[in-house]
Each structure stands twice: as C-alpha cells, then as structure tokens.
T-cell receptor, first 114, second 112 residues
Framework: NAGVTQTPKFQVLKTGQSMTLQCAQD?????MSWYRQDPGMGLRLIHY???????DQGEVPNGYNVSRSTTEDFPLRLLSAAPSQTSVYFC?????????????FGPGTRLTVT | GQQVMQIPQYQHVQEGEDFTTYCNSS?????IQWYKQRPGGHPVFLIQLVKSGEVKKQKRLTFQFGEAKKNSSLHITATQTTDVGTYFC????????????FGQGTILTVHP
C-alpha cells in the first residue's frame, strides 16, 4: 500500500492564481481531512469528509474548496491564492476501530504564494 | 470555539533526562490523541485516550487523560536522540470524526 499520497510536494503560486492540491489514499478509509501547518500554530483543520459525497468545513475553510467524488481522492482547491495561504498542507485519512480514529498523514505539500 | 493549549512550546534536554508536555482544553473532550512529527516529516499517530483518568504506556512514553477530560500529558522517561521531534495533542469534543483541534505542539530537542 502507498498509504496517503499528496502532489505536488512543492508549489509556488502568484497572488490570484488558482490550483488544486491532490490527495489520494489506497486504504479504503472512510474519513479524510485537510490541514494546514504554520509555525507555532499546530495543525488547523481546513475541510474534512466522512465519506464520498459528504464534506464539511473545519476551523479555517475560507479560500478553499473540497469535493469527495470517490473514497480514494480528496482534492483541495485554492480559488484565488493569497500570501496568507503560504503554508504546509497535510492530507490525512482515517477509519474508526472501536471509536478510535487513527489518522494517517500524507507527506505534505509546501506552498508559497508570492 | 474549542481551544487546545499545549506547553511548553520548546524543550531542550540532555539525553537520559525526562520530558513532559502538557495539553489543556477550554472544553470537555470526548477523547484526545497524541502525534509525533519528526523534523521535515509528517505527523504520526501515537495514541488515543478516551476514559477519564486513563493512563497508557508505550515503552518509555506515558500518556494521561485528566479526570475532568480537559487536560492530558505525555511523559517520556530517559529521552533518547530518536525522541527528537514535535509532539502534538489533538482534542475532539464530540464522538464523530470531524473537528479535531490540535495544540500548538512542543518541539523537543535532545542533546547527546
């Protein structure tokens, strides 16, 4: 199993550009999430999904869109990039086993917006 | 909204010393998770605590969940250089998957 994969690993955007961060998992996990990590702020939840066709907002959803058309894929779209969106983005997938939602994180995408 | 505060932000120890990081939530949690992130890496799940007063051990790591389910701690006995990294707690209010709130993390440096 590849686990959780994310592409690209690095990306530089100009302000106003749009792009999609890809996330895929091959573990048939029901749950998936997107986080951003900024220095000194831990990980903040952007959007999450509890199954194909079902998504919900997290703590910092503004400026980002998601969709979940399949169990495997959970892309994150930046609509109009801003310098404040410079961050490291992590995708995670999870399943529930006796109420424990162990999350598996991808390697991350480092995004710089100039 | 829910806030999860974690202290200290940084901890430098000599190899062999103990280390503890503390996590406090502004609200009662249904469960709390702990993750470790090595420098340049991604977070890796360590454990989930659910019950009030729960204590779990993983080799040199001891995890505790407070009686009021609003605080938690991670204690590492006799640190090793392999323990270097950032340790995060993450609290969940409800029992469903969504809306896990992470603490800011404690960056542990171990000097050989």
């Amino acid at each position: 199993n590849a686990g959780v994969t994310q592409t690209p690993k690095f990306q530089v955007l100009k302000t106003g550009q749009s792009m999609t961060l890809q996330c895929a998992q091959d573990m048939n996990h029901e749950y998936m999430s997107w986080y951003r990590q900024d220095p000194g702020m831990g990980l903040r939840l952007i959007h999450y999904s509890v199954g194909a066709g079902i998504t919900d907002q997290g703590e910092v959803p503004n400026g980002y869109n998601v969709s979940r058309s399949t169990t495997e894929d959970f892309p994150l779209r930046l609509l109009s990039a801003a310098p404040s969106q410079t961050s490291v983005y992590f995708c995670a997938s999870s399943y529930s086993l006796a109420g424990i939602y162990e999350q598996y994180f991808g390697p991350g995408t480092r995004l710089t917006v100039t | 909204g829910q806030q999860v505060m974690q202290i200290p932000q940084y901890q430098h120890v000599q190899e062999g010393e103990d280390f503890t990081t503390y996590c406090n939530s502004s609200t009662t949690l249904s469960n709390i998770q702990w993750y470790k992130q090595r420098p340049g890496g991604h977070p890796v799940f360590l454990i989930q605590l659910v019950k009030s007063g729960e204590v779990k051990k993983q080799k040199r790591l001891t995890f505790q969940f407070g009686e009021a389910k609003k605080n938690s701690s991670l204690h590492i006995t006799a640190t090793q250089t392999t323990d270097v990294g950032t340790y995060f707690c993450a609290g969940r209010e409800g029992t469903s998957y969504g809306k896990l709130t992470f603490g800011q993390g404690t960056i542990l440096t171990v000097h050989p």
